[in-house]
């Protein structure tokens, strides 16, 4: 019973695989009536999707360019315990890195933290937007 099973899957395999070939509609219109000559709106693919956007406004990207992490040592305010007021000494902080994308039309930076200057000559942390900015 079971090599006759295996001789049925065998013999029915190809008919399987061969009846889920597709073919061409050859009577399907290659305009859109119900959108005039924009594209149907229901073929477009999912927004976030790698594929949706070949070379859209941001464009193709070229190359990812990595910045790696600096550590500097800078003046900053230190708290102090109690009531006291805070104090400026020389502290070593690592900025964290961050990354740029080119791509055909400008380069995408990552949003990242980073030192400023504040008006008493200490530097604080300071977040910065990334985004898109054209070449």
Known sequence: MRQLLWALVLVMLPAVVHAQLGVPNPNT???NPPFGTLPNPLNNP???QPWAQPGGAMGTVIREIGIPPQTVEVPMEVPQPGSLPNAIE???VTIPGYRIVETT???W???RYTLARGSNGAYYWQG???GFIPK
């Open 90 to 92: 020389m502290v070593t």
């Open 109 to 111: 930076v990552d949003p």
């Open 46 to 48: 999912f927004p976030t």
């Open 128 to 130: 910065v937007t990334g």
């Open 29 to 31: 219109s290659t305009s």
């Open 105 to 107: 039309t400008g380069y």
